[in-house]
């Protein structure tokens, strides 16, 4: 399936010196500043959800302001503890799709098919893409703060 153009998904190796609870609490605080509002916490998971379009104008400088859901949560594995998370961009590769329409409609009435497909690639692949981009490099940068030791 597709789902990887509006998911991302990855780990982070958990310090030993960082307990469960400290780590789920860093996750919370890193959510709070992100303006993502926390909507389950259990023992070893937070689940959040916002709407792009609840903070959007206020919250455009954020590392994870694209994504729409998330699950980040502890895993014992053989070789130990690891943070993993999968967030959802889902409302932000909508909206992006549907601004790439409107690029298609107007380069098919000034280039025909070509010049209309051409047109919104290039603006879904500027826009979501970079926004893509930037959030692949910045989000883990953000996840791995919390795995580490104060």
């Known amino acids: ?5 509006w998911h991302l998904r990855g780990a982070v190796p958990l310090d030993g010196r960082v307990s469960n609870e400290m780590a789920l609490d860093r996750v919370e605080n890193l959510l709070e500043r992100q303006m993502k509002p926390v909507v389950v916490r259990d023992s070893n998971h937070v689940i959040f959800e916002a709407p792009l379009w609840e903070d959007l104008l206020s919250s455009g400088h954020h590392a994870m302001v694209i994504y729409d859901q998330g699950r980040i949560w502890i895993d014992q594995g053989l070789s130990g503890r690891t943070l993993k998370y999968e967030l959802r961009s889902l409302h932000a590769f909508v909206f992006c799709l549907l601004g790439a329409v409107m690029f298609f409609v107007f380069g098919l009435l000034d280039g025909g098919l070509i010049g209309g497909l ?19 490099v910045r989000v883990p940068s953000k996840i791995r703060t919390v795995a580490r030791p104060s």
């Open 118 to 136: 051409k047109l919104s690639a290039l603006a879904f692949g500027w826009v979501y893409g970079m926004n893509l981009l930037l959030a692949l």
């Open 1 to 5: 399936m597709m789902d990887f153009l």
